[in-house]
């Protein structure tokens, strides 16, 4: 199981730290990744790291703005999100995948998925 947490309500160019916690699961072994979905869009890949942190991707929109990292003593990845802007306003889900190489953006390589987790960039 997957549970976000760290959403809430923002004011343009500030920050919010997403933790995606884990229980029944071991996440060093599993690819992690951080999905987004607004109104009315489609869910899409916003990061995702590789079970050993050494492969980390972003989209575009959020390059130089989001970090992402993982500490399995904690069971735990994070997405540290700077310079929020109103595009960034979604439900963020974590997902998690235990056989991939690498990390992945695509939604159907992934076998665990969070509950999700508001996040709303506002003034």
């Known amino acids: 199981q997957l549970v976000e947490s760290g959403g809430g309500l923002v004011q343009p160019g500030g920050s919010l730290r997403l933790s995606c916690a884990a229980s029944?699961?071991?996440?060093?072994?599993?690819?992690i990744g951080w999905f987004r979905q607004a109104p009315g869009k489609e869910r899409e890949g916003v990061s995702c790291?590789?079970?050993?942190?050494?492969?980390?991707n972003f989209v575009d929109s959020v390059k130089g703005r989001f970090t992402i990292s993982r500490d399995d003593a904690k069971n735990t990845v994070y997405l540290q999100m700077n310079m929020l802007k109103a595009e960034d306003t979604a439900v963020y889900y974590c997902?998690?995948?235990?056989?991939?190489?690498?990390?992945?953006?695509?939604?159907?390589?992934?076998?665990?998925w969070g509950q999700g987790t508001q996040v709303t960039v506002s003034s």
């Open positions: 790291i590789s079970s050993s942190g050494g492969t980390t």
């Open positions: 997902a998690a995948d235990r056989w991939m190489s690498g990390c992945s953006a695509a939604l159907d390589e992934y076998d665990y």
């Open positions: 029944g699961l071991t996440l060093d072994y599993y690819a």
